[in-house]
C-alpha cells in the first residue's frame, strides 16, 4: 500500500486507481498490443519503435505488478493479458475511437503496425450494420501492413497477415463459414483513416480483387463517425 500511495493521485476513486496502473505513458500501447495476441518482449519493442528499452521493461513489470499482464510460461519471454487485462478492452476501444477525431495527418516518421490496425477495425466494427449481411472476408494493406478481417453476421476476426505478422491464437467462435464475397484493397494510412471516417468517396479506393459494392458494404460495417465541433447554440448556452 505504501508504494501505491506514494505513486498514487491521493483520491479513493475508481478512474484515479485505474490510473495509477495503466496511465504511465506507453502502458495504453502495450496493453493494445496484447489485446490482438500474446506478444513477446521484441515484438513489443518492434511495435512501439520510440519506446525505449528500459521504459518498456518498466511498464511490462509495473503491468504485471498491478495484475495486468503477465508472463507466457510456455513461450520465452512471452506476455501476455489477464482476464484483468483483457477486462481494458471496451477502455482501448473507446479510445481509439475519440483519438480519430484527433487524429490529424501522418507526422514524418510515424507508422502504422499490425496490432494498431487491428484495434482500429475493432473500433470501427458496426455490428448492428453487419448483422444479416453475406459473410464477407475483406483483405486490408495499410501502408507496410496487412490484416484479414472476417465479418460473419455480428462477429468480427481480425488476423494480420503478411511481413512481420504473428502468430495469432486460434480464431474464435464456430468453423469459418463460405464467404459469399470478398474485397481486396490497397490504400494509404491517410486513405484508410478517409474511408474509416467517411471523408472518401469509396469508387475511388484501389481495388485489387472484388467491386464497389463490396467497398460500400465495408464503409457501412467499418465506421468511426468523428466527434464534431459544438453548435453554435450549444456553444452560447455553455458560455452562459
Do not use: C
Amino acid at each position: 500500500m505504501a508504494t501505491r500511495a506514494a505513486r498514487g493521485f491521493g483520491q479513493y476513486s475508481g478512474a484515479a486507481r485505474a490510473l495509477e496502473r495503466v496511465g504511465d505513458r506507453w502502458a495504453l500501447l502495450i496493453v493494445r498490443d496484447l489485446l490482438v495476441g500474446p506478444r513477446r518482449y521484441g515484438d513489443l519493442k518492434a511495435g512501439l519503435p520510440r519506446i525505449p528499452t528500459n521504459i518498456l521493461s518498466d511498464r511490462l513489470r509495473e503491468l504485471q505488478e498491478s495484475g495486468v499482464v503477465r508472463r507466457v510460461p510456455t513461450v520465452r519471454g512471452g506476455y501476455e493479458l489477464t482476464a484483468l487485462g483483457r477486462a481494458l478492452e471496451p477502455v482501448v476501444v473507446a479510445l481509439e475511437r475519440w483519438g480519430w477525431s484527433v487524429l490529424g495527418e501522418l507526422a514524418e516518421g510515424e507508422l502504422v503496425t499490425h496490432d494498431a490496425l487491428a484495434v482500429a477495425l475493432r473500433a470501427a466494427f458496426r455490428p448492428d450494420a453487419a448483422a444479416g449481411m453475406p459473410p464477407t472476408e475483406y483483405v486490408l494493406h495499410v501502408g507496410d501492413v496487412s490484416v484479414v478481417a472476417v465479418v460473419v453476421d455480428r462477429t468480427l476476426d481480425v488476423v494480420p497477415i503478411g511481413p512481420g505478422a504473428l502468430p495469432q491464437p486460434q480464431r474464435r467462435g464456430a468453423p469459418e463459414a463460405a464467404f459469399e464475397s470478398g474485397l481486396e484493397l490497397v490504400i494509404d494510412p491517410a486513405g484508410f483513416r478517409d474511408l474509416i471516417s467517411g471523408g472518401i468517396d469509396p469508387g475511388t479506393v484501389p481495388i485489387l480483387a472484388g467491386d464497389t459494392e463490396t467497398v460500400g458494404r465495408f464503409t457501412s460495417t467499418f465506421r468511426i463517425d468523428p466527434v464534431g465541433p459544438p453548435t453554435d447554440a450549444a456553444a452560447g448556452a455553455d458560455a452562459a
